[in-house]
């Protein structure tokens, strides 16, 4: 039996399956809690420091405090406006660096539902995170947000990102 | 180097990934059944006694002979109408239990799409499945689902799932 | 502790969850690729003689040169439109076969998204794959798509599949 490579990322690190897996389940959780206003809650699943660059803001998020700020005022206007919110991750292709950390590039729907109404799709995003494990926990250090209808709204740059992904 | 308590859930139980993995694939089968109409084959995914709450029954369908009976009923009107439906489960949280069976919360997508018209997203809700392994493989014990659209219509409960799931 | 069959496909063979954590891996790169219209980078992740049997040509795509070159006008085609496509795999079933292949059935949404524009879902498919592994990498060795808005359209057939996929 040969050995396998594509399975592993380093000799030391967990089996490439382990990864993916646990990745899978984070954004589940995330995107859970996101959807459900649990602002606090979802700010916790980024580091104490973690930044959020979305296409639109002149300056990225940053810290807990602020990233839960943000949630709780969206979800308060689409409470009040009958709308439920769901954030759909898929396509998420994972590459761990050698300092441990994940670079996982995946494309985000975001699905808006009206009291009542007819489910659509409102935006199409693709989604950069640099994800770091704290405590055996997996959190976002940094998010990069760009939407596919406005490829004019670069975020401003949060850190140590690769220039080329695609 | 550490042990890894993130990948397993009991010290006798199988890795997590190896859950996630068979999670995905069973979810795969199950839709790739319900949308080709094989009544028989979908149904047969649940337990003898499985239990589906829909949005929008007055009761939840119990038993493989009613589960079978309500799809063979809808495939038959979509059949009709020339209408093709896809389920899309995303999103998918897998909390494993004490008892051995398996908490999964996941979004999902109803994709309808008639014959020379354009897809469309029909319906999104969140299903909370209890699954649970039976000869080695994994049915749904019990199915809870909730729609976007009609936040109103709470499914009768079927069972002993957590309330506070999000 | 008893031992799972359900994990693994053979008894020499790679752990199951391995096997679907690739699979997901390869798909995100794959269609991540696509989308960024890298033409030759996306050919390659086909077998050299790969065949990809799309639901309105006449006849299936032989070979990453024209593989590469579809891929090339379709992209000049949507650049020049100002619209991105992105491509999203989901109900990802993974059958391995005793040759070493994998039988992959899934569901594609093709999300198309003007600039300045409303994302509409403008596809709803189902893709047949035949992944095989060179060098340690996973490649298609053949694609058959079909539209569900066009059940008339059967592509030509391109080889060893089971005719009875759902």
Redesign the interface.
């Known amino acids: ?1 040969s050995v ?4 592993s990322v380093r000799p ?1 690190s ?5 990864v ?3 990745v ?2 984070f ?3 995330h ?3 996101l ?2 206003g ?1 602002a606090d809650e979802w700010a916790a699943t980024f580091t104490e420091d973690g930044v959020f660059a979305p296409p639109s803001a002149p300056e990225p998020i940053r810290g807990r405090a602020s990233l839960a700020a943000g949630v709780r005022e969206s979800f308060a206007k689409l409470t009040a406006a009958g709308e ?1 919110h ?9 590459e761990p660096r050698p300092d441990g950390s994940l670079l996982v ?3 985000a ?1 975001v ?1 808006a ?12 995003c693709v989604c950069e995170d640099v994800l770091v ?1 704290e405590d ?3 959190r976002v250090r940094e998010r990069r947000v760009t939407r ?4 004019d709204l670069q975020p401003a740059s949060g850190g140590d990102r690769r220039a080329d992904a ?1």
């Open positions: 039996m396998r490579t594509e399975g030391e967990p089996p490439f399956a382990a993916y897996a646990d899978q389940q954004y589940a959780r995107m859970h809690l959807d459900a649990a439920v769901r954030h759909l991750l898929s396509m998420v292709a994972v590039r995946s494309y729907q699905i539902t009206p009291r009542d109404g007819a489910a659509r799709l409102h935006l199409m494990r055996g926990e997996l596919d209808d406005r490829p695609r």
